[in-house]
């Protein structure tokens, strides 16, 4: 324990969220690992050590939740996220097959329609808010179709989404006013993970499937086809929001999406390092660890900043600047290792198609106003984010 640095920050306080970045440099300056006095945990900042944690599942376990507290109760027993293996393998792989670059190229073709029907529509409209009228508006129409859920009551997704994510952090004021309309929202989206609720040829069902071959009990599906709405959602309403304030704010660099719309998928994963939806995830030690920075002991919490690794200089050349031709490959906005998110591949889609037809359809995007934060204990993004596009 000897020789760990300790700072004061609060990294679940509004001003530290409201923009982190300087306070991640300050923290990574800290060494690669370090206490946060306040909340009596680890952490680790640089791309290194967050990168090797999150590979190693033995040393930084997450099946006893990836939250401060443990495991989030907010979440019923879990299949993924919080389980280790062999536990972990089962759900994981019925939700893998589920979400697999087949699958994702099957849904290519009208996530396309739609991307291309709001492109038009914002177009036409010329202001608009970015978030609720995009940001939220395309990821909320696309996915819930995909798995197959009812079309009526889908703002509950964002409220039940928004107080999953702030649960993972202390009890605070963003937990406490989460909490009300998020628990309001549960008893529906369990409703819509049940197999008389979800459209017969969606993803939902195919999580069914896997329970009618045998391979996971009916019980096990259902708590299967939640994970999709609870972190299938937000992070890409959050990732693609971050995605277009980056490219609003540096128009040199939506000029060269504009100019080659074939940039679009590489700019979306750009966005996910610049400003990442997920900005940290705790595990906890499974044995006594030693670090180059020190000695972590057995049964702590570590808080791993996903966000800060992405910005780390030792890993990234201008590690702070939003660059739509930059390889982002290997940044841990959609974590690393075993836990890795099963999502991205429809995250990804999703990102390349709508920037894919803006570029082509928008000459540019300014913002008319300043755009305004929503703060989240893990989650990054934004609650409004007025703007003016010019059809190209
Ligand atoms: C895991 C981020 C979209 C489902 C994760 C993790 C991150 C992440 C950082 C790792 C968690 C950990 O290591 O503890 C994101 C971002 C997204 C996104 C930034 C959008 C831009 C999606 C989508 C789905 C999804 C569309 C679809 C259902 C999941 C699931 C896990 C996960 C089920 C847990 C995997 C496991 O424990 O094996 N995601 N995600 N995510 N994500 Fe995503």
Known sequence: ???????????????????????????????????????DVWAMAGYA??????????????????????????????????????????????????????????????FQQE??????????????????????????KVFPDAIGIRPDGREKLLAWSTFVFDSFGPENEMLAAS??????????????????????????????????DGEITEHEATHLVRPFLTAGIDTTVNGIGNTLLALATHPDEYRKLHQRPELARNAFEEGLRYDSPVQTFFRTTSREVETSGGVIPAH????LFMASANRDPARWDNADRFE????????????????????????????????????????????????????NNSLRGLESMPVRVTAA
Not at 23 to 28: F, H, P, Q, V, W
Not at 300 to 303: D, E, H, I, M
């Open 1 to 39: 324990m000897t020789g760990i640095a300790r700072s004061q920050a609060d990294p679940f306080a509004p001003d530290f969220l409201i923009d982190p970045y300087p306070a991640y440099e300050t923290l990574r300056a800290l060494g690669p690992v370090f206490r946060l006095a306040r909340y």
């Open 49 to 110: 050590g967050v990168e090797a944690a999150l590979k190693d599942w033995k040393t930084f376990i997450s099946g006893e939740g990836v939250g401060l507290n443990g495991m989030n109760s907010a979440l019923p027993k879990p299949l993924t996220l919080q389980i280790d293996p062999p536990d972990h393998n089962k759900g994981r792989r019925v939700l893998g097959r589920t979400l697999s670059p087949g699958v994702a190229r099957k849904l290519r073709e009208t």
């Open 115 to 140: 991307a291309e029907r709001k492109v038009s529509e914002l177009i036409d409209k010329g202001t608009f808010d970015a978030v609720a009228d995009l940001a939220e508006a395309y990821p909320m």
């Open 179 to 212: 909490r009300k309309a998020g628990l309001a929202a549960q008893s529906w989206i369990m409703e819509c993970c049940a197999r008389d609720a979800l459209q017969p040829d969606g993803l939902g069902m195919m999580i069914y499937q896997a329970a009618d």
């Open 300 to 303: 702590r919490k570590v808080l």
């Open 324 to 375: 739509v031709e930059r390889s982002a490959t290997g940044h841990v906005g959609f974590g690393a290792g075993i836990h890795a998110c099963v999502g991205q591949m429809i995250a990804r889609l999703e990102g390349e198609l709508i920037f894919g037809e803006l570029a082509r359809r928008v000459k540019t995007i300014e913002l008319t106003a300043e755009p305004r934060r929503r703060l």
